[in-house]
Protein backbone atom coordinates (compact mmCIF):
# COMPACT_ATOMS: atom_id res chain seq x y z
CA UNK A 1 0.00 0.00 0.00
CA UNK A 2 1.75 2.96 -1.69
CA UNK A 3 -0.31 5.48 0.08
CA UNK A 4 0.25 9.17 -1.66
CA UNK A 5 2.83 9.24 -4.12
CA UNK A 6 4.18 12.63 -5.77
CA UNK A 7 6.99 12.44 -8.54
CA UNK A 8 9.33 14.44 -9.00
CA UNK A 9 11.02 15.04 -5.04
CA UNK A 10 12.91 17.62 -6.21
CA UNK A 11 13.20 20.21 -9.50
CA UNK A 12 14.85 23.21 -10.71
CA UNK A 13 12.77 25.21 -13.01
CA UNK A 14 14.05 28.58 -15.43
CA UNK A 15 11.67 31.27 -15.30
CA UNK A 16 8.72 30.89 -18.02
CA UNK A 17 9.24 26.82 -17.76
CA UNK A 18 6.43 25.35 -17.39
CA UNK A 19 5.99 21.62 -15.56
CA UNK A 20 3.32 19.10 -13.92
CA UNK A 21 4.07 17.60 -10.38
CA UNK A 22 2.34 14.20 -10.25
CA UNK A 23 0.74 12.94 -7.51
CA UNK A 24 -1.20 9.61 -6.89
CA UNK A 25 -3.37 7.82 -4.58
CA UNK A 26 -4.02 4.29 -3.93
CA UNK A 27 -6.13 4.03 -1.05
CA UNK A 28 -9.67 5.04 -3.30
CA UNK A 29 -9.92 8.58 -1.85
CA UNK A 30 -12.08 10.69 -3.14
CA UNK A 31 -10.72 13.96 -2.12
CA UNK A 32 -7.47 15.38 -2.63
CA UNK A 33 -5.72 18.39 -2.07
CA UNK A 34 -2.20 20.49 -3.68
CA UNK A 35 -0.71 22.95 -1.03
CA UNK A 36 2.26 25.00 -1.29
CA UNK A 37 4.59 25.25 2.35
CA UNK A 38 7.09 28.51 1.81
CA UNK A 39 9.97 28.49 4.60
CA UNK A 40 8.64 28.61 8.02
CA UNK A 41 5.29 28.55 6.85
CA UNK A 42 2.41 26.57 7.37
CA UNK A 43 0.75 24.91 4.29
CA UNK A 44 -1.86 26.61 2.24
CA UNK A 45 -4.51 25.36 -0.13
CA UNK A 46 -3.97 25.58 -3.97
CA UNK A 47 -6.37 23.53 -5.37
CA UNK A 48 -8.59 20.68 -4.23
CA UNK A 49 -10.91 18.34 -6.05
CA UNK A 50 -14.10 16.32 -4.05
CA UNK A 51 -14.00 13.48 -7.00
CA UNK A 52 -13.05 12.66 -10.34
CA UNK A 53 -14.52 15.84 -13.14
CA UNK A 54 -14.53 18.06 -9.78
CA UNK A 55 -12.04 20.54 -8.89
CA UNK A 56 -12.01 24.01 -7.34
CA UNK A 57 -9.91 26.69 -6.05
CA UNK A 58 -8.06 26.75 -2.65
CA UNK A 59 -6.12 30.33 -1.26
CA UNK A 60 -3.65 30.73 -3.71
CA UNK A 61 -4.70 29.10 -7.33
CA UNK A 62 -3.14 31.86 -9.23
CA UNK A 63 -0.25 30.50 -11.51
CA UNK A 64 -1.31 26.58 -11.22
CA UNK A 65 -4.11 24.10 -13.05
CA UNK A 66 -4.92 21.51 -11.98
CA UNK A 67 -7.39 17.90 -13.97
CA UNK A 68 -8.79 14.90 -12.00
CA UNK A 69 -9.93 12.62 -14.76
CA UNK A 70 -9.52 9.62 -12.81
CA UNK A 71 -9.94 9.07 -8.55
CA UNK A 72 -6.15 7.96 -8.11
CA UNK A 73 -4.41 11.19 -10.12
CA UNK A 74 -4.43 14.80 -9.47
CA UNK A 75 -1.35 16.35 -11.44
CA UNK A 76 -0.95 20.01 -10.59
CA UNK A 77 0.50 22.31 -13.78
CA UNK A 78 2.94 24.71 -13.47
CA UNK A 79 2.90 27.67 -16.35
CA UNK A 80 5.72 30.19 -17.06
CA UNK A 81 7.05 29.50 -13.75
CA UNK A 82 8.17 32.80 -11.84
CA UNK A 83 10.40 32.76 -8.43
CA UNK A 84 7.68 33.04 -6.36
CA UNK A 85 6.34 29.82 -7.15
CA UNK A 86 9.71 28.41 -5.51
CA UNK A 87 8.23 26.32 -2.58
CA UNK A 88 7.52 22.69 -1.00
CA UNK A 89 4.51 21.15 -2.79
CA UNK A 90 2.35 18.40 -1.26
CA UNK A 91 -0.48 16.81 -2.41
CA UNK A 92 -2.59 15.18 0.12
CA UNK A 93 -6.15 12.96 -0.05
CA UNK A 94 -8.51 12.09 2.21
CA UNK A 95 -11.07 9.39 2.62
CA UNK A 96 -14.47 8.69 4.35
CA UNK A 97 -13.78 5.72 7.08
CA UNK A 98 -13.42 7.37 10.58
CA UNK A 99 -14.26 10.41 12.12
CA UNK A 100 -11.40 12.39 11.51
CA UNK A 101 -11.18 11.91 7.16
CA UNK A 102 -7.77 12.64 8.22
CA UNK A 103 -5.49 14.22 5.32
CA UNK A 104 -2.80 12.08 4.45
CA UNK A 105 0.35 13.45 2.99
CA UNK A 106 3.15 12.80 0.09
CA UNK A 107 6.30 13.18 0.51
CA UNK A 108 6.69 16.52 -1.24
CA UNK A 109 8.38 17.94 -4.37
CA UNK A 110 10.73 20.78 -3.54
CA UNK A 111 10.87 23.06 -6.33
CA UNK A 112 13.20 25.91 -7.21
CA UNK A 113 12.50 28.30 -9.91
CA UNK A 114 15.57 30.65 -11.14
CA UNK B 1 -12.90 34.63 10.11
CA UNK B 2 -11.68 31.25 10.62
CA UNK B 3 -8.27 31.15 12.03
CA UNK B 4 -5.54 28.79 13.72
CA UNK B 5 -2.93 30.61 16.02
CA UNK B 6 0.08 29.16 17.36
CA UNK B 7 1.53 31.56 19.57
CA UNK B 8 5.26 29.49 20.17
CA UNK B 9 7.59 29.23 17.38
CA UNK B 10 9.96 27.10 19.48
CA UNK B 11 10.09 25.23 22.43
CA UNK B 12 12.26 23.15 23.93
CA UNK B 13 11.99 20.09 26.48
CA UNK B 14 14.12 17.95 28.29
CA UNK B 15 14.05 14.29 27.02
CA UNK B 16 11.66 11.80 29.10
CA UNK B 17 9.78 15.23 30.43
CA UNK B 18 5.93 16.02 28.80
CA UNK B 19 5.89 19.11 26.29
CA UNK B 20 2.63 21.57 25.41
CA UNK B 21 2.21 22.93 22.29
CA UNK B 22 -0.37 25.79 22.28
CA UNK B 23 -3.12 26.10 19.44
CA UNK B 24 -6.13 28.93 19.74
CA UNK B 25 -8.56 28.59 16.73
CA UNK B 26 -11.47 30.70 16.03
CA UNK B 27 -14.45 29.65 13.93
CA UNK B 28 -18.09 30.48 14.52
CA UNK B 29 -19.07 26.70 13.43
CA UNK B 30 -20.54 25.15 15.91
CA UNK B 31 -19.38 21.93 13.68
CA UNK B 32 -15.37 21.46 13.22
CA UNK B 33 -12.19 18.92 14.09
CA UNK B 34 -9.37 20.01 15.14
CA UNK B 35 -6.17 18.30 14.12
CA UNK B 36 -2.57 17.90 15.11
CA UNK B 37 0.20 16.90 12.43
CA UNK B 38 3.99 16.71 13.25
CA UNK B 39 7.08 17.57 10.08
CA UNK B 40 10.06 15.82 11.34
CA UNK B 41 13.21 17.40 9.12
CA UNK B 42 12.56 14.80 6.42
CA UNK B 43 9.59 17.19 5.46
CA UNK B 44 7.04 14.39 5.49
CA UNK B 45 3.54 15.78 7.43
CA UNK B 46 2.57 12.93 10.10
CA UNK B 47 -1.34 12.57 11.44
CA UNK B 48 -1.18 12.77 15.32
CA UNK B 49 -4.09 13.14 16.50
CA UNK B 50 -8.16 14.61 15.94
CA UNK B 51 -10.14 16.20 18.43
CA UNK B 52 -13.91 16.83 16.66
CA UNK B 53 -16.14 19.62 18.49
CA UNK B 54 -18.82 17.44 19.66
CA UNK B 55 -16.45 15.06 21.37
CA UNK B 56 -16.81 14.67 25.44
CA UNK B 57 -13.86 13.30 26.14
CA UNK B 58 -10.35 14.73 25.11
CA UNK B 59 -8.61 12.76 22.47
CA UNK B 60 -5.63 10.44 23.55
CA UNK B 61 -2.95 8.56 20.60
CA UNK B 62 -0.30 6.46 22.81
CA UNK B 63 1.84 9.94 24.15
CA UNK B 64 -0.32 12.47 22.63
CA UNK B 65 -3.11 13.88 24.08
CA UNK B 66 -5.25 16.66 23.15
CA UNK B 67 -6.27 19.46 25.78
CA UNK B 68 -9.64 20.40 24.62
CA UNK B 69 -10.88 23.76 26.03
CA UNK B 70 -14.20 24.60 24.05
CA UNK B 71 -15.05 27.72 25.86
CA UNK B 72 -11.45 28.94 25.40
CA UNK B 73 -10.95 27.84 22.04
CA UNK B 74 -7.95 25.96 22.25
CA UNK B 75 -6.54 22.90 21.35
CA UNK B 76 -3.25 22.09 23.03
CA UNK B 77 -1.26 19.21 22.01
CA UNK B 78 0.26 17.74 24.95
CA UNK B 79 3.38 14.83 24.49
CA UNK B 80 4.33 13.08 27.72
CA UNK B 81 7.65 11.25 27.92
CA UNK B 82 9.36 13.30 25.10
CA UNK B 83 11.86 11.26 23.15
CA UNK B 84 14.22 12.28 20.82
CA UNK B 85 12.54 11.37 17.59
CA UNK B 86 9.93 13.64 18.89
CA UNK B 87 12.01 16.95 17.13
CA UNK B 88 10.31 17.97 14.56
CA UNK B 89 7.74 20.77 13.30
CA UNK B 90 3.98 20.54 14.64
CA UNK B 91 1.16 22.12 13.07
CA UNK B 92 -2.31 22.59 14.37
CA UNK B 93 -5.10 22.35 11.79
CA UNK B 94 -8.99 23.02 11.70
CA UNK B 95 -11.52 21.81 9.75
CA UNK B 96 -15.18 23.08 9.65
CA UNK B 97 -18.31 20.60 8.49
CA UNK B 98 -19.53 21.43 4.99
CA UNK B 99 -15.85 23.47 3.59
CA UNK B 100 -15.07 19.77 1.81
CA UNK B 101 -12.81 18.80 4.29
CA UNK B 102 -10.44 21.70 3.58
CA UNK B 103 -7.96 22.03 6.37
CA UNK B 104 -7.30 25.92 7.66
CA UNK B 105 -3.71 25.83 9.06
CA UNK B 106 -1.06 27.61 12.09
CA UNK B 107 1.98 28.21 11.39
CA UNK B 108 3.55 25.87 13.61
CA UNK B 109 5.87 25.46 16.34
CA UNK B 110 9.40 24.07 16.68
CA UNK B 111 9.97 21.54 19.24
CA UNK B 112 13.29 20.45 19.47
CA UNK B 113 13.96 17.51 22.37
CA UNK B 114 17.66 18.16 24.37
CA UNK B 115 19.12 14.94 25.60
Known amino acids: NAGVTQTPKFRILKIGQSMTLQCTQD?????MYWYRQDPGMGLKLIYY???????DKGEVPNGYNVSRSTTEDFPLRLELAAPSQTSVYFCASSGTSGAAYEQYFGPGTRLTVT | AQKITQTQPGMFVQEKEAVTLDCTYD???????LFWYKQPSSGEMIFLIY????DQQNATEGRYSLNFQKARKSANLVISASQLGDSAMYFCAMRNAGNNRKLIWGLGTSLAVNP
Open chain 1, 49 to 55: SVGAGIT
Open chain 2, 51 to 54: QGSY
Open chain 1, 27 to 31: MNHNY
Open chain 2, 27 to 33: TSDPSYG
